[in-house]
């Protein structure tokens, strides 16, 4: 069973920053393609960015373009998720999700691999 282990989260305020990490197996993270998720209660997790493996292109959900970085350190098998100007309504759990292809890619059933997630709650 594949396990890919997150890191990070917590509560901070409007306006602040904060850095989630998702450590993958070498294996998968060196040609999967790498996403982000997020999920609140009694909703569906809702995509929030990508990366592919090769050229390192990037894909971002409307609500978090501008303010969120994807990035990929391919020596240290991590995904990150760099999140600023952070808003209330960023409150959920991350979670890290890996796939070998995909082309529907802000569908959550498609990923082959998950992390355990982390929750991040932004609160004044």
């Known amino acids: 069973q594949v396990q890919l282990v997150q890191s990070g989260g917590g509560l901070v305020q409007p306006g602040d920053s904060l850095r989630l990490s998702c450590r993958a197996p070498?294996?998968?993270?060196?040609?999967?393609?790498m996403a982000w998720f997020r999920q609140v209660p009694g909703k569906e997790r809702e995509f929030v960015a990508l990366?592919?493996?090769?050229?390192?292109?990037?894909v971002y959900a409307d609500s978090v373009k501008g303010r969120f970085t994807i990035s990929r350190d391919n020596a240290k098998n991590t995904l990150y998720l760099q999140m600023n100007s952070l808003k209330a309504e960023d409150t959920a759990v991350y979670y890290c999700?890996?796939?070998?292809?995909?082309?529907?890619?802000?569908?959550?059933?498609?990923?082959?691999?998950w992390g355990q997630g982390a929750q991040v709650t932004v609160s004044s």
């Open positions: 070498g294996p998968i993270f060196a040609s999967y393609y």
């Open positions: 999700a890996a796939v070998g292809y995909v082309v529907d890619f802000q569908f959550a059933s498609r990923y082959d691999y």
């Open positions: 990366i592919n493996w090769k050229e390192f292109s990037t």
